[in-house]
């Protein structure tokens, strides 16, 4: 469960204050499923990024599972990321030079685990998303949806507790959307938590809560509003 | 799957700019290894000759200056044979031997051949027979006992084979010939053979073994025989005299410059001395190349390495993002520099010892082997050199914020 207490990111370039954060508060239940909607710059991806134990917002605190995220040192997050998040991003950042297989199995080998535990758990994550028969092949030689596919394979591999998806489906068309959507839906019913940033009202659909950001603020939408 | 999978499969990913940075680093390898083993080998020659020519000097005409020993009478001057008896009644302490002798040109069958007159020492000892001063142990020199390292001539044995190690020669008839190794087979002849030289028949007497010096190329005769057939007169190029190491140290120099004031008298040590002065300079020489060669190499490395970090922004973030600690992405770029620098340094060796094998042979006359040692020390350098510059590209590679994962450019 996350637990935001008046955070606020400012940003300072060129002498001009941005602030891309002001002052939230939000509080995610475990297994809850939110989309986060608003124009751009308006501080959604600033918002994941503090989720995810990557940025020190400039005051307030965030607090995940009662453990203050960033008293803990950069190492420590870090560690943390590996364990109990898993990210999915819009342009799937898969590493171009290592098979989809070699892909699952990068956090899996972070987190220590043997050769033969990762190449198992890597097959059976790939059979998950419906890519037993691609695990030899570069991201280059698979298409768009397949890319995301893997990618969700690889965010599922170290079963993270919680998944932070940036425009998940900004890159897809919508019959690979509508799929890639499917299998995020089915994470969430294994018990996730899920925190999604979407452009796309049909994307936000599937979520069961929607934040409406606007200039840094945070706005709960009641569900009516965002179908 | 483990890190250094991962470095592995990156580095072949685009092997291309990473091993042409490591080209100046495994240059300065190459410069290294090759001119150490040159060096190396050539001081173990040295100490070889020195070893086996004891203590040597040589009598030259007094123009010559000498570069290498073994051409000692390749200079074309010439001094009166006269010389030889003259040192030969002195009978100075610590001469043990005499061996005079003097180069032509010369032809067979068309073929440029070096024709070397020498003088057997049977001649010696019918001189000193002639002059009435009996028949020694030694056939000239001094009849006091000489010391124990004074080089070996082989006395009463008439093998004539012994040319090539002690540089003298029992027997040797006026229309005899020895072959070097090298010239025989060039000439294609063996011991028994009768071959045309100065318009007379020679007959091949025997086919010295390899001694990896210009000898090897030359074919020797009787010095009178020489003088005789090429009309050069009662002259020779050089005197080579075996003297005793203590006396030679001590004041033979200064007896043989009284006895024969008009020639340059050198030792053997004065001529090693250039050559080991040479290999010192070339030693050092080394050492610089290596160090402008690594120091090129470094920050070629270097700036690779930041392109690199660059390029891979994405997926250091992408990394870091998943769980990938700072510590894990230096050791990602520091693994990569240490397998370019073992690669290079690898590479290094293995063309300087083919440079050193193919020059060694043909500048100095010596034959090198591979020397393991400077495999370790060319790996070591050359890796030491890649992963210090990658440091920092490796620093800043570890400081990438992995916020950057989100910016879709
Ligand atoms: N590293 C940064 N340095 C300076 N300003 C930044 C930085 N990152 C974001 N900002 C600013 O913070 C504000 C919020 O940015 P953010 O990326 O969170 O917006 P967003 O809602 O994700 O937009 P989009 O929908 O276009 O992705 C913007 O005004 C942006 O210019
Ligand atoms: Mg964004």
Redesign the pocket.
Request: proline fraction near 4%; hydrophobic fraction near 45%; include cysteine.
């Given at each position: 469960m996350y637990q935001l207490n008046s955070v606020t990111q400012t940003?300072e370039?060129r002498g001009q204050i941005?602030t891309?954060l002001d002052n939230s508060d939000l509080t995610i239940p475990d297994n809850d499923f939110i989309a986060i909607v608003?124009?751009?710059?308006?501080?959604?991806?600033?918002?994941l990024s503090v989720l995810g134990g990557m940025l020190a917002p400039s005051t307030g605190d965030v607090m995940l599972d009662g453990e203050s995220l960033y008293d803990l040192s950069v190492e420590e997050r870090t560690a943390l990321r590996g364990r109990k998040i898993g990210f999915v991003f819009q342009s799937f950042n898969l590493i171009s030079w290592l098979t989809a297989r070699e892909n699952v199995q990068i956090p899996l080998m972070l987190s220590g685990k043997t050769a033969k535990q990762q190449e198992e758990r890597a097959m059976e994550m790939l059979d998950r998303v419906g890519l037993s028969d691609r695990t030899d092949h570069r991201p280059s030689e698979m298409s768009q949806g397949q890319q995301q596919r893997v990618a969700l394979a690889r965010t599922l591999a170290n079963d993270p507790q919680i998944i932070l998806a940036d425009e998940p489906t900004g890159n897809l068309d919508s019959e690979t959307r509508q799929q890639v959507m499917s299998y995020l839906n089915e994470f969430h019913q294994d018990g996730r938590t899920i925190v999604m940033?979407t452009?796309d009202a049909d994307t936000a659909a599937f979520a069961h809560r929607t934040i409406r950001?606007v200039a840094?603020v945070t706005h709960e939408v009641a569900m009516a509003e965002a179908a | 799957m483990k890190l250094r999978h991962m470095i592995w499969k990156e580095l072949w990913q685009r092997p291309t700019p990473m091993l042409t940075s490591l080209l100046a680093v495994t240059l300065g390898v190459t410069a290294l290894v090759a001119i150490q083993n040159i060096t190396v080998f050539s001081e173990r020659k040295i100490a070889g000759d020195m070893e086996s020519l004891g203590a040597n000097v040589l009598v030259l005409p007094p123009s010559v200056t000498l570069q290498d020993y073994y051409g000692a009478d390749m200079h074309g001057h010439t001094m009166p044979e006269e010389y030889v008896t003259r040192l030969a009644l002195a009978r100075l302490p610590g001469v043990e031997n005499l061996a005079p002798k003097l180069c032509v040109e010369a032809e067979v069958d068309t073929i440029p051949v070096t024709l070397t007159g020498i003088l057997p020492r049977s001649e010696f000892q019918a001189k000193a027979a002639w002059q009435g001063l009996g028949m020694l142990g030694n056939a000239v020199g001094s009849d006091r006992g000489c010391c124990a390292t004074a080089a070996d001539i082989g006395e009463g044995d008439n093998d004539p084979n012994s040319l090539a190690t002690t540089r003298t020669i029992a027997e040797l008839g006026d229309r005899d010939v020895i072959l070097g190794c090298d010239l025989a087979s060039q000439l294609g002849a063996k011991t028994g053979d009768t071959l045309p030289l100065l318009g007379e028949d020679f007959t091949v007497l025997t086919v010295l073994p390899s001694t990896g010096t210009i000898d090897d190329g030359r074919m020797f005769a009787h010095l009178h025989s020489v003088q005789d057939l090429s009309d050069a007169g009662p002259v020779v190029n050089v005197i080579e005299i075996m003297a005793c190491c203590e006396d030679a140290a001590g004041g033979l120099i200064t007896n043989l410059s009284a006895e024969l004031p008009e020639t340059r008298i050198v030792t053997i040590a004065q001529v090693v001395q250039t050559q080991i002065a040479v290999n010192g300079l070339m030693s050092r020489l080394s050492w610089v190349f290596l160090s402008i060669l690594l120091l090129v190499g470094g920050a070629s490395i270097a700036s690779v390495m930041y392109a690199n970090v660059t390029e891979r922004r994405k997926e250091i973030g992408t990394l870091m993002a998943i769980g990938a600690s700072r510590n894990f992405v230096t050791q990602m770029f520091l693994g990569k520099a240490a397998v370019l620098g073992l690669a290079g340094g690898a590479a290094g060796f293995v063309v300087g010892t083919i440079v050193a094998a193919v020059l060694g042979p043909q500048l100095l006359g010596i034959h090198v082997r591979p020397m393991p040692m400077l495999l370790g020390v060319g790996m070591g350098t050359a890796t030491i050199v890649a992963v210090a510059a990658s440091l920092l590209p490796a620093r800043r590679a570890a400081g990438l914020d992995p916020?950057l994962v989100?910016n879709d450019a």
């Amino acid at each position: 469960m996350y637990q935001l207490n008046s955070v606020t990111q400012t940003y300072e370039r060129r002498g001009q204050i941005v602030t891309a954060l002001d002052n939230s508060d939000l509080t995610i239940p475990d297994n809850d499923f939110i989309a986060i909607v608003g124009p751009s710059g308006s501080g959604k991806t600033t918002l994941l990024s503090v989720l995810g134990g990557m940025l020190a917002p400039s005051t307030g605190d965030v607090m995940l599972d009662g453990e203050s995220l960033y008293d803990l040192s950069v190492e420590e997050r870090t560690a943390l990321r590996g364990r109990k998040i898993g990210f999915v991003f819009q342009s799937f950042n898969l590493i171009s030079w290592l098979t989809a297989r070699e892909n699952v199995q990068i956090p899996l080998m972070l987190s220590g685990k043997t050769a033969k535990q990762q190449e198992e758990r890597a097959m059976e994550m790939l059979d998950r998303v419906g890519l037993s028969d691609r695990t030899d092949h570069r991201p280059s030689e698979m298409s768009q949806g397949q890319q995301q596919r893997v990618a969700l394979a690889r965010t599922l591999a170290n079963d993270p507790q919680i998944i932070l998806a940036d425009e998940p489906t900004g890159n897809l068309d919508s019959e690979t959307r509508q799929q890639v959507m499917s299998y995020l839906n089915e994470f969430h019913q294994d018990g996730r938590t899920i925190v999604m940033v979407t452009h796309d009202a049909d994307t936000a659909a599937f979520a069961h809560r929607t934040i409406r950001l606007v200039a840094g603020v945070t706005h709960e939408v009641a569900m009516a509003e965002a179908a | 799957m483990k890190l250094r999978h991962m470095i592995w499969k990156e580095l072949w990913q685009r092997p291309t700019p990473m091993l042409t940075s490591l080209l100046a680093v495994t240059l300065g390898v190459t410069a290294l290894v090759a001119i150490q083993n040159i060096t190396v080998f050539s001081e173990r020659k040295i100490a070889g000759d020195m070893e086996s020519l004891g203590a040597n000097v040589l009598v030259l005409p007094p123009s010559v200056t000498l570069q290498d020993y073994y051409g000692a009478d390749m200079h074309g001057h010439t001094m009166p044979e006269e010389y030889v008896t003259r040192l030969a009644l002195a009978r100075l302490p610590g001469v043990e031997n005499l061996a005079p002798k003097l180069c032509v040109e010369a032809e067979v069958d068309t073929i440029p051949v070096t024709l070397t007159g020498i003088l057997p020492r049977s001649e010696f000892q019918a001189k000193a027979a002639w002059q009435g001063l009996g028949m020694l142990g030694n056939a000239v020199g001094s009849d006091r006992g000489c010391c124990a390292t004074a080089a070996d001539i082989g006395e009463g044995d008439n093998d004539p084979n012994s040319l090539a190690t002690t540089r003298t020669i029992a027997e040797l008839g006026d229309r005899d010939v020895i072959l070097g190794c090298d010239l025989a087979s060039q000439l294609g002849a063996k011991t028994g053979d009768t071959l045309p030289l100065l318009g007379e028949d020679f007959t091949v007497l025997t086919v010295l073994p390899s001694t990896g010096t210009i000898d090897d190329g030359r074919m020797f005769a009787h010095l009178h025989s020489v003088q005789d057939l090429s009309d050069a007169g009662p002259v020779v190029n050089v005197i080579e005299i075996m003297a005793c190491c203590e006396d030679a140290a001590g004041g033979l120099i200064t007896n043989l410059s009284a006895e024969l004031p008009e020639t340059r008298i050198v030792t053997i040590a004065q001529v090693v001395q250039t050559q080991i002065a040479v290999n010192g300079l070339m030693s050092r020489l080394s050492w610089v190349f290596l160090s402008i060669l690594l120091l090129v190499g470094g920050a070629s490395i270097a700036s690779v390495m930041y392109a690199n970090v660059t390029e891979r922004r994405k997926e250091i973030g992408t990394l870091m993002a998943i769980g990938a600690s700072r510590n894990f992405v230096t050791q990602m770029f520091l693994g990569k520099a240490a397998v370019l620098g073992l690669a290079g340094g690898a590479a290094g060796f293995v063309v300087g010892t083919i440079v050193a094998a193919v020059l060694g042979p043909q500048l100095l006359g010596i034959h090198v082997r591979p020397m393991p040692m400077l495999l370790g020390v060319g790996m070591g350098t050359a890796t030491i050199v890649a992963v210090a510059a990658s440091l920092l590209p490796a620093r800043r590679a570890a400081g990438l914020d992995p916020c950057l994962v989100f910016n879709d450019a």
